[in-house]
């Protein structure tokens, strides 16, 4: 009967734990106190995913207080987020200055001495003011479970390199100081704030970005040279690796399924991206997430010294392409035959607002896409003018097979629409296949107040319009104006789940919880209240 309830228990608790809801998780942790039973088949949810330092778990004696060792194999995340302010000078806390300036944390080795004693660890992510210490690399190192390795917003030296090869297949790899922006919808919420900005270890950083810099380059490089033939996914800054260093890499075993670079400078390099997928025969899914320059794009094609028809072929294999405005897509795309999910977005750095491309540029490249051959189920579009019926007849002609198709206008703004309802219904008509779709069709101006607002429920009735319309619609969603603070806003979609009845052919829609994109992903949104890298 124990095993019988303790095995109820674990359903009932991973299916809570779906939600990913914070009251359901403090109801959880209250409930794992009534008996011993409900606390053991507890403990493997509340404490798979952790972070540390907790800012109020110290006393004065020993210093920040880890986890207990009880709990140390129940760990399949571990997130080292060390707080911005302890390293300010005037509220030091938890560390010291070293005779460079440097901070240097304390009771680091807590953490340092638990991870090889963490017997389910898949995942660790860092973000710290600090240069990390090489001895946790090392201590990672001596993790065979370790499978995704992640690093933003922390300086990094050779030292890094102690992280040994063995299981870790995903690797994501940000600088400092790299605060960006997709379309004008949610960011990370520390990059809207001045003091972001304006930590002391941060501009110090900055002064030093030229010896720093060239010294996170060679350790990243290191890095890859010893990994490259485990991994799997790559999430990678242009700031912190070239394609040069990429093509100079093998990647015999297990070729990368995913490319992502996050910023770098547009200018001409040699060996450039074709030289790069050459050396990665398996490589389905490239983003090329590029931030916005002042100076000229980058050419995907002309940056190439000779560029080959075995090259070019190379692009034929790709399956998913996401690529920002930075980047000069002119004939790319129609050498991309088996592409199935295209992403066209608009990325600057904070605190600058980006320029998405314009209706003629997405013609153009609907053009390219059209001459590919290729089958095309998923659309994801930013845009600047305000969208029309003829852009989505377009789409829809030259796309027919979508299942998914997304439209967002980069800085969207409620006005008169020029074009009803109907026609925007009729010139996607011909997409059979629709399950998804989110549009930047305009509305009347209204203010965005609560959800009995004219905003929200003209909305709602183009909703259920189009779920008449479209018959193979399954969720629909429409862009609004949201207010993100006392003077700012951002854009937003109200998005609906539609369901059938199969009898009478009525629909019932269903408001669904706001979601964005964090950064680098592209194709699937994830909840607003996951706001985080």
Request: aromatic share 10%; glycine share 4%; charged share 25%.
């Amino acid at each position: 009967m124990l095993v019988l309830n303790a095995d109820i228990l674990h359903v009932l608790i991973a299916e809570l734990l779906s939600n990913d809801d914070t009251e359901v998780r403090s109801s959880l942790s209250t409930l794992s106190r009534t008996s011993r039973v409900i606390r053991d088949s507890c403990l493997p949810y509340l404490f798979a995913e952790v972070k540390w330092p907790h800012q109020e778990m110290y006393d004065d004696i020993s210093g920040l207080h880890f986890f207990p060792e009880t709990l140390w194999s129940y760990f399949r995340i571990v997130h080292l987020d060390w707080p911005d302010e302890w390293s300010e000078p005037i509220r030091l806390r938890w560390g010291a200055y070293d005779k460079e300036g440097n901070y240097t944390p304390y009771h680091l080795e807590k953490l340092i001495s638990a991870i090889p004693h963490m017997s389910r660890l898949q995942q660790f992510s860092m973000s710290c003011p600090f240069t990390p210490p090489p001895s946790i690399f090392g201590a990672l190192g001596r993790c065979p479970t370790l499978t995704t390795f992640r690093v933003w917003e922390t300086p990094l030296d050779i030292g890094m390199i102690l992280l040994q090869p063995g299981s870790v297949q995903r690797v994501t790899l940000s600088p400092v100081d790299q605060a960006l922006r997709i379309g004008d919808g949610p960011i990370n919420p520390a990059f809207t704030e001045v003091i972001y900005y304006m930590r002391d270890w941060r501009r110090k950083y900055r002064t030093q970005l030229t010896d720093r810099r060239s010294k996170e380059v060679f350790a990243c490089a290191g890095f890859l040279r010893h990994h490259s033939s485990n991994l799997t996914q790559l999430e990678l800054s242009g700031d912190l690796c070239s394609f040069a260093t990429l093509a100079a890499n093998d990647w015999p075993n297990h070729p990368p399924k995913s490319q992502t670079f996050f910023h770098a400078e547009c200018r001409k390099v040699t060996p450039g991206l074709l030289s790069v997928l050459d050396r990665m025969n398996k490589l389905q899914d490239l983003r090329l997430l590029f931030a916005q320059m002042k100076s000229e794009k980058f050419d995907l094609l002309t940056d190439e010294a000779t560029p080959n028809e075995a090259a070019l072929s190379k692009l034929a294999t790709l399956h998913s392409f996401a690529a920002s405005n930075a980047c000069k897509l002119d004939g790319i795309l129609s050498h991309m035959s088996s592409l199935s999910r295209l992403a066209i977005l608009a990325i600057v750095d904070l605190p600058r607002w980006p320029i998405a491309p314009t209706q003629a540029e997405v013609e153009g490249l609907l053009g390219d896409l059209a001459g590919s051959g290729s089958r095309l189920t998923q659309l994801r579009l930013i845009v600047e003018d305000k969208l029309t019926p003829a852009l989505c007849y377009m789409i829809s002609t030259q796309c027919p097979h979508l299942e998914t198709l997304e439209i967002e206008r980069c800085g969207y703004h409620d006005g008169k629409s020029i074009s009803t309802w109907q026609e925007f219904a009729e010139s996607l008509s011909r997409l059979s296949r629709l399950r998804s779709l989110r549009i930047c069709m305009q509305f009347p101006e209204y203010d965005e107040m609560d959800d009995f607002e004219p905003w929200h429920m003209v909305r709602e009735e183009c909703a259920t319009f189009f779920a008449k319309e479209l018959k193979s619609l399954k969720r629909v969603g429409f862009e609004y104006r949201k207010r993100a603070g006392t003077h700012r806003y951002q854009d937003a979609w109200l998005e609906y789940d539609i369901v059938r009845n199969d009898r009478d052919g009525t629909e019932k829609l269903f408001q669904l919880a706001p979601t964005w994109y964090p950064f680098p992903d592209a194709w699937e949104p994830s909840p607003l209240n996951a706001l985080s890298f």
